[in-house]
Nanobody, 126 residues
Framework: QVQVAESGGGLVQAGDSLRLSCEASGRTFLYYNMAWFRQAPGKEREFVAAINWNGETISYADSVKERFTVTRDNAKNTVYLLMNSLRPGDTAVYYC???????????????????WGQGTQVTVSS
């Protein structure tokens, strides 16, 4: 079982940057793919980025691929999401999640993910 917790959100201006962190419990984190999702009020939860267990395979949603960077530091049990050039449309609660199948091909559906953090709020003002 993996427990994850997000941090690093906040209120920023358009064009600013934020780095979100997702810290996982236990050493099993070393063997898990991880993903970031976001959800704005009244909208469906949407895929943002994913990274495989060793950081060698990464995927991004088209809306963020030129601006966001996902990395991981397995020694610290932490996955990061660096968000540059933030826009008001990026405003959402950001979640990290661990899939049911920890080392399968990267998935973009939230239904494929088992363990979720509580989320961290990102608000971007114009």
């Amino acid at each position: 079982q993996v427990q994850v917790a997000e941090s690093g959100g906040g209120l920023v201006q358009a064009g600013d940057s934020l780095r979100l962190s997702c810290e996982a419990s236990g050493r099993t984190f070393l063997y898990y793919n991880m993903a970031w999702f976001r959800q704005a009020p009244g909208k469906e939860r949407e895929f943002v980025a994913a990274i495989n267990w060793n950081g060698e395979t990464i995927s991004y949603a088209d809306s963020v691929k030129e601006r966001f960077t996902v990395t991981r530091d397995n020694a610290k049990n932490t996955v990061y999401l660096l968000m540059n050039s933030l826009r008001p449309g990026d405003t959402a609660v950001y979640y990290c999640a661990t899939p049911f199948n920890p080392r399968t091909n990267l998935r973009e559906s939230p239904d494929e993910y088992r363990y979720w953090g509580q989320g961290t709020q990102v608000t971007v003002s114009s």
